[in-house]
């Protein structure tokens, strides 16, 4: 009997994958069995209430936690026990919630900050190559300024000035700017409205959506609990409480679940 033959057509492996991620600090479960996948140029919405783990999961992706067990496949390459100097070398750069600017460095130093592993730090190059020091110097200041004009043109012109001068929009757009000098893969976002106006959030947004547009391949995951931004900038959401992924799809759809619901609201409102 012949058989049917087999589709040849290739399925298209995700950017990042993760298969029953867990992490326990002594005895919290901060991710149970996680599984969750990101396809290239994607943007996904990572939500929960507070403790839910979704800081925990930025955590263990780029090497400050290792986890309890599963495993996380980034380009195919299980990164799991990879530093945090090798996981942005392999294209994985991420922003923190609370400012980790270095607000008395010029804008320019705290952007160079996030490319200090592509530098050339030896003395014999700083001392002797000044030729290609400065070259390596111009090349940044123009790395900075075009990563700064496409946020925004006034703070391209800003550079040199020290990043405390900034407002908390700019601010916030630096660390951005720190975080894709490098030319990341994936961009981890950790609550980048936190302490912005609703007018600042929504300037910020179009800035991001814009970057993203000019790197279709940019893939981004953000943690967000303003969900006019998470119904706006995402695809797809996945929404954690206490470590469980309890939820996914796009934002209409686990907006209107119910243990989507409870979770954020509680037994007694959801039932009210």
Known sequence: MTQPRQSTASVV??????HGLTMRFGGLLALDALDL????????????PNGSGKTTFFNVLTGLYRPSAGRVEFGGRDIIGASPQQVCRAGIARTFQRSRLCLPLTVFD????????????????????????????DECVEAARSLAATFNP??????FE????????????????RALVN??????????????????????????LQIRAARGELTIVIIEHEMNVIERMTERCVVLNYGEKIAEGPFRVV??????????????????
Not at 13 to 18: F, I, Q, S, T, Y
Not at 112 to 133: E, K, T, Y
């Open 110 to 137: 705290n952007v160079m900050i996030g490319n200090h592993l592509r530098l050339d730090h030896r003395v014999s190059f700083n001392v002797l190559r000044r030729g290609a020091l400065r070259r390596q110097y």
């Open 154 to 159: 006034r703070l391209s012109s800003r550079l």
């Open 37 to 48: 996948s990101v396809a290239s140029g994607e943007i996904l919405g990572l939500i929960g």
């Open 183 to 208: 030319a990341p893969r994936l961009l981890l976002l950790d609550e980048p409205s936190a302490g912005m106006t609703r007018g600042e959030t929504r300037e910020l947004m179009d800035d991001i």
């Open 13 to 18: 492996a995700p950017l990042l994958a993760c």
């Open 255 to 272: 907006a209107s679940d119910p243990a989507v619901q409870e979770a954020y609201l509680g037994q007694a409102v959801a039932e009210a």
């Open 162 to 177: 020290a990043a405390a001068a900034l407002d908390m929009i700019d601010r916030r757009r630096v660390e951005i700017c």
